[in-house]
């Protein structure tokens, strides 16, 4: 009896010992596994991670530090609030909550939740997160935690930030060249239709006395004719069709004509009860550019910074040198280089974000069309600035708005200044002028007001028709258009004309400004440029100018 039980303790000793061995095998086999996901774990560049069902850490790899700055122990101790920020905060709870209903509904969760999350930094930063969330479940399947992979996604989504700018810009500047196509367009029409309502009153006055009854209505009517030439100069700006001649300049200077100017003075007297200053750099660099252009962007500046305050305020112009190291990322992005900034500031209550997309597209205001402007000003400057190899920079806020125009500076000297001009005579003494033109309206403008200047005129519609005519009668001085219908342009048409003369003078007129096609005419032979809608007195010196060189 005795032996039989101790054969059956043997035998439990045994099978125990067995057990023993098999647990011991799991065990290190359990260890093992957990080893090698330990190292797997310390040794990802992505953070992993578990939190319970209070959403409360229970293990945090030390890839933490590297995305957030935070240290292992430092990351337990973060409650899911302080991980977050509230945008993010708000998206884990419910999607938390939702989960969890799903799952008493039998929705049983099978694939990682992704999300996107953004956390704090020890510093007090950002940074995004992409992270790959399972459910942590028992034996019974109930879930009892969950797991996480977490991915540093910052410079992904600063990525996608740039493109989606790089696409924004990209539309804007295709939306403006269809704009500058259009409007560029129009100003070759009008400048045509404005030659006789400039022209023919100023051939009248040259007619009529003084004291004469019509002499202020033929004023009037010219005067009406040079403001619409002005608004026809904006178009062509807009078009990146102007003629700029440039010259080395102090900024300040131009700044300090604009200020005396009558311009100014009637902007100043409209909004009384603004205070308008100028604080300019006495150290300002150079800049080569157009005053003319310059100083028309510092008022279309100023008006709009003027129409921004509503009450009492103030408009500042500032000047200063700005060397930027790196490139500037704003409403243009501004590459590194030295430049002068020609800075406008206002006290106004700023630009509204929708408004911020469009502000410098024709004809896009949102004032009084007719009182306040014609929705051309800011398009003026930013293509002026385009015209000077510049940029523009707008900033805004409930505390008002600063334009800033960015200029490439020069290390070029000052040119020496020049006396003034002594007044020319502009009448002719029968010389022969060949008019070129195929709008009817432009032929018989042109030599209406050559034949009131003294010159001997014959006008021809086309440029075949002005070879064929100087093959047996020679000229002085071709007016020649460059634009013209079916046939030779301009330029082919002056071309052919130097083949017959080779000294032949011409002056080159277009109601779009200074082309490719105008400059190679310029560069073929003894030719000027006019633009129209052109003046007795511009026409008159230019003609004088040619015949004497």
């Known amino acids: 009896m005795k032996e039989s039980s101790h054969q059956q303790l043997n035998a439990r000793v045994v099978e125990l010992e067995a057990k023993l061995e098999e647990y011991r095998t799991v065990i290190d086999a359990l260890w093992e596994k957990e080893q090698k996901y330990r190292i ?18 229970t293990y945090v790899s030390p890839a933490v530090y590297r995305v957030r700055g935070l240290t292992q122990k430092e990351a337990m101790q973060q409650s899911l609030h302080e991980m977050v920020t509230p945008d993010s905060m708000v998206r884990v709870l419910e999607k938390f909550q939702s989960s969890l209903e799903g799952e008493e509904q039998g929705n049983r969760i099978t694939e990682p939740i ?12 950002t940074v995004w997160v992409e992270n790959n969330i399972s459910p942590i479940r028992n034996d019974t399947g109930e879930i009892i935690g969950v797991f996480g992979i977490s991915r540093d996604i910052s410079e992904r989504k600063k990525a996608g930030r740039e493109l989606l700018e790089s696409e924004r810009k990209l539309a804007r500047a295709r939306r403006m060249e269809s704009i500058a196509v259009l409007a560029g367009g129009v100003a070759h ?5 404005l030659a006789g309502i400039l022209s023919f009153p100023d051939m009248l006055l040259m007619d009529l006395p003084v004291d004469s009854p019509l002499h202020q209505s033929l004023a009037t009517i010219r005067d009406a004719g040079e403001r ?5 100069a904006d178009l062509l700006t807009i078009a990146r069709g102007v003629a700029i001649n440039k010259e080395v300049v102090d900024l300040n200077e131009l700044v300090q004509e604009y200020c005396h100017s009558p311009e100014h003075l009637k902007i100043k007297e409209s909004f009384s009860d603004i205070l308008f200053r100028f604080a300019p750099d006495a150290t300002l660099w150079h800049i080569t550019c157009s005053p003319t252009h310059i100083k028309k962007a510092l008022m279309n500046l100023v008006i709009n910074a003027a129409e921004a305050v509503t009450d009492k305020g103030m408009v500042t112009i ?8 790196t490139p500037l990322n704003g409403y243009d992005t501004i590459p590194e280089g030295k430049y002068v900034t020609l800075i406008v500031t206002d006290s106004g209550s700023g630009i509204a974000e929708d408004d ?9 205001t949102k004032k009084v069309m007719g009182r306040s402007g014609t929705g051309l000003g800011l398009a003026v400057i930013r293509n002026t600035a385009r015209e000077h190899d510049g940029f523009i920079n ?33 009448m002719g003494n029968g010389e022969k002028i060949l008019v070129v033109d195929d709008e009817p309206t432009q032929r018989e403008v042109a030599s209406a007001l050559l034949e009131k200047l003294g010159y001997t005129v014959k006008a021809v519609s086309s440029g075949e028709d002005a070879v064929s005519y100087m093959v047996h009668q020679p000229v002085d001085l071709v007016l020649l258009d460059m634009l013209m219908g079916d046939g030779m342009n ?6 052919r004309l130097l083949t017959i003369n080779p000294r032949q003078k011409a002056i080159i007129t277009s109601g779009f400004s200074k082309t490719d096609e105008v400059e190679k005419a310029i560069a073929a032979g003894p030719a000027g440029f006019l633009q129209k809608p052109y003046s007795v007195t511009a026409i008159g010196r230019l003609i004088r100018h040619q015949l004497k060189h």
């Open 356 to 364: 911020m997309e469009h502000i410098f597209e024709p004809f896009y």
């Open 394 to 426: 707008v900033t805004t806020g409930p505390a008002g708005s600063t334009f800033a125009l960015y200029l490439p500076a020069t290390d070029q000297p000052l040119p020496r200044k020049k006396p003034a001009a002594v007044n020319e005579h502009y």
């Open 318 to 325: 500032i000047t200063a040198n700005r060397d930027l190291k």
């Open 114 to 125: 992704v999300m996107e999350l953004e956390y704090y930094c020890k510093d007090g930063s």
């Open 40 to 57: 797997l774990a310390e040794n990802s560049n992505d953070v992993i991670w578990t939190v319970d069902l209070d959403l409360k850490p």
């Open 490 to 495: 301009g330029r082919e048409t002056y071309e």
């Open 228 to 232: 619409a030439a002005d608004i026809v």
């Open 189 to 193: 029409d009008l400048n045509n239709i």
